[in-house]
């Protein structure tokens, strides 16, 4: 009797470079998305308005806690030390914009005299961060 | 003369899968550490130039926010539900908002937003100065 042999069958060489194609575009995806909690070295909530506007990211970010601790880019620093760093990027670009990440329930005594403040220092332009209003 | 062929040494190997190991790790990283918040932003210092239109009527309205966030116009309390309709009654003055330094920012954010979602052009924020 004669044997026939099957030849075994060459299995798909599986690539993996379709994996880290995927695995690189999450990658991408999560660092241009997600937010380093950066801006804010404390824990706050920014006040709800259904009014407010998607701007471009970018500038300066004073963080306001609620009981007035003050952060500038994710660091903590004392009100004249951020006016002074906010003078220093004022003189560097002209028309760098400031968003005030205040928590709701900050007393407007730490936020408005601030506001003032950035704005005799040279900051043209200042909003204030807000999420989205969900009722 | 003898030609001694010298054999070609076999090129290393680099493997991917330590590549893709710390990618996965660097992701995982990222996905866990950032936060995505929906946050959007509104105008309280609007660049020189966008500076919303000066009122057709030259009448000033004063709205005073309250230290419990409670708004108060003329002496009157309004509730906090009823900002958006007494802001529509002065749509064509001026609106200056006189805020407690003991109310807290949501407060005047309520207002605020009432009034873009009016479309009043004329909206500015007075505080109280250091006493002399």
Same mark, same amino acid.
């Given at each position: 009797m004669t044997r026939l042999y099957r030849p075994a069958q060459k299995r798909p060489a599986e690539t993996i470079v379709a994996l880290v194609d995927v695995v690189f575009f999450l990658l991408v995806f999560a660092l241009l998305i997600g937010r380093m909690d950066a801006t804010a070295p404390f824990?706050?909530?920014?006040?709800?308005?259904?009014?407010?506007v998607d701007m471009p990211s970018g500038g300066l970010t004073a963080a306001v806690s609620a009981d007035g601790?003050?952060?500038l880019n994710g660091e903590p620093m004392s009100r004249t030390a951020l006016l002074r760093a906010a003078e220093r990027a004022i003189g560097a670009s002209p028309e760098i914009r400031l968003r005030i990440n205040a928590d709701g329930r900050t007393a407007l005594r730490h936020v408005?005299?601030?506001?003032?403040?950035?704005?005799?220092?040279?900051?043209?332009?200042?909003?204030?961060?807000?999420?989205?209003d969900a009722g | 003369m003898i030609r001694l062929a010298r054999q070609s040494r076999p090129l290393p190997v680099i493997s991917i899968i330590p590549l893709v190991d710390v990618l %996965? /790790?660097? %992701?995982? $990283? $990222?996905?866990?550490?950032?936060?995505?918040? *929906?946050?959007?932003?509104?105008? /309280?210092?609007?660049?020189e130039g966008q500076a919303g239109a000066e009122p057709s009527d030259s009448r000033t #309205?004063? /709205? &005073? #926010?309250?230290? *419990?966030?409670? %708004?108060?116009? &003329?002496?009157?309390?309004?509730?906090?539900?009823? /900002?958006?309709?007494?802001l529509a009654q002065h749509a064509d003055a001026r609106v200056l908002l006189l805020p407690s330094p003991q109310a807290d920012v949501q407060a005047l954010v309520r207002v605020l937003d009432a009034a873009a979602l009016l479309g009043l052009s004329s909206v500015s924020v007075l505080q109280f100065g250091d006493a002399p």
């Open positions: 824990d706050l909530t920014p006040p709800e308005a259904t009014s407010g601790t003050l952060a408005l005299p601030l506001a003032s403040d950035l704005k005799e220092v040279g900051v043209r332009e200042i909003v204030l961060v807000v999420t989205p | %996965l /790790i660097l %992701l995982v $990283f $990222f996905m866990v550490t950032s936060t995505f918040l *929906d946050l959007d932003m509104l105008p /309280i210092s609007p660049p #309205v004063l /709205i &005073r #926010v309250l230290p *419990d966030g409670t %708004l108060a116009i &003329r002496g009157q309390r309004i509730a906090p539900d009823g /900002i958006q309709a007494v």
